[in-house]
């Protein structure tokens, strides 16, 4: 199968061109500074907020299948300055994903899969939210812009045909949850460098439930999705949905660090601003029933806690 990965130098696009590439996929890699790399892998060099050159790159690689990963989130996030910061990756959610499709639909592209989040359904439910859940009714106004670029994606990615995977809170080598905290080289665990800190409080009750997932088992899953002919939208995250309350100390327990404070909602509203506080107050979990049984997947670390641990692991072997 000829794939072209848009966003192939992201933290999943990274793992997911060798891994379709090993399989024996013909891969092209779209990215404004494309990786060097050996064949079946083809660097293509777009700016995707570039009209005409993504539609030219993608009608000249003629895919059988398009994979959908662009963004452009900064390494650290200041959540007072939330739309400022997803600015540019909301137009690339819209904007260039309207192109992109098509393009693909022009090239003769018969799969569309898409990276969309499986954290911003309503708090109000109970329990994992699964797919039928609606998205967050009023969201805090630093979320409301990335929601609605969250929704027309989905809502672009649907008219096509496509399959939009909600991922849940990435971590693993690369993201913001590296093992190793970050250093001079890389911003990389710039937010397992501030638990390691105790900069990173358990706010109110801690209520807000994450549902991780590492990135290797991302790129499974949208490997495993392009073998399917399912459309819609899937959440893909571990077994494990965890408040605040329970994996923060627990993630600093593994890092080697002392237990989080403990800061009340008020006080930490003046420091986040509302976002800051829902992020760590109020998102709800998702439940993967479905990505389970429609892709054949199963994620590799079914608990965070298993894969953070492994991650150390790794990242302390010589």
Partial sequence: MRVLVAGATGVIGRRLVPLLAGTGHEVFALARTPDPAPPPVRPLAVDALEAADLRAAVLEAKPDAVVNLLTAIPPVIDPRRMER???????LRTEATVTLLEAARDAGASRIVCEGLAYAYDPAGEGPADEDAPFWHDPPKQFATTQRALVELEALTHAADGLVLRLGH???????????GPD?????????GQIR???VPVVGE???VFSFLHADDAAAAVAAALTTGVTGSLNVVDDTPTPVAE???ALAELLGAEPPHR?????ARLVTG???VAFFTRLRGADNTRAKAELSWRPKYASWKEGFAADLQAAVRP
């Fill in 85 to 91: 910061a997803f600015a540019q990756t909301n137009r």
């Fill in 170 to 180: 990435l971590y693993g080598p690369g993201t913001a949850y590296s093992p190793l």
């Fill in 184 to 192: 001079e080289q890389s911003p990389d665990g710039w937010i397992t």
């Fill in 197 to 199: 800190e105790r900069r």
């Fill in 206 to 208: 801690g209520t807000a």
């Fill in 247 to 249: 994996w923060l100390p």
């Fill in 263 to 267: 800061v009340p909602t008020p006080l």
């Fill in 274 to 276: 509302a976002w800051g």
